[in-house]
């Protein structure tokens, strides 16, 4: 009688091993669900910053189209510039740590219709990181030629 109250008490209770394999498998899910709560951090915090960004430019850009329209008076070597400032950069508007800069591209399909294409460049100031281009179609100033545009093309 004795021996059947040891054979039954020693099958209950879980071995060394056991234990020991159950904790390596909690460990290793809880690792994974921190590295990946890390990560969805780091991108949430990529994306607020990309979220400010495209604000600050969304206004940026509004400022400048919906500027007056130059007058004669206003001209600057005989043509009257388009509202977006080019070539030009300077530090992106509510935030320290971007700096704009545009530059005229050229594109003859666009030059036939008078238009040109201005690229818009954010970067991170710490990193030098393109955090934004933009392309945009504007108006060629009034009396432009293709020669002024290609020496300032990459």
Not at 39 to 62: F, G, I, N
Not at 73 to 84: A, D
Not at 102 to 125: H, M, N, Y
Not at 130 to 146: E, K, R
């Amino acid at each position: 009688m004795n021996n059947r109250s040891k054979t039954s008490s020693q099958c209950s209770g879980l071995s060394l091993i056991e234990v020991l394999a159950a904790l390596a498998l909690v460990g290793t899910l809880l690792v994974s669900v921190l590295m990946a709560h890390a990560q969805q951090v780091r991108q949430l915090a990529r994306a607020e910053r990309m979220l400010q960004v495209t604000h600050a430019v969304d206004a940026m850009l509004t400022q400048w189209w919906t500027a007056p329209a130059p007058t004669p008076g206003r001209e600057t070597g005989g043509t009257i510039s388009t509202p977006i400032p080019t070539p030009a950069s300077g530090d992106l508007p509510g935030s320290e740590d971007y700096q704009w800069q545009t530059k005229s591209l050229v594109d003859d399909s666009l030059e036939t219709l008078g238009a040109q294409i201005i690229r818009l460049t954010v970067t991170d100031k710490l990193s030098g990181e393109v955090v934004m281009q933009l392309d945009l179609a504007a108006p060629l100033p009034a009396s432009s030629d293709a020669s002024a545009l290609r020496e300032d093309a990459p």
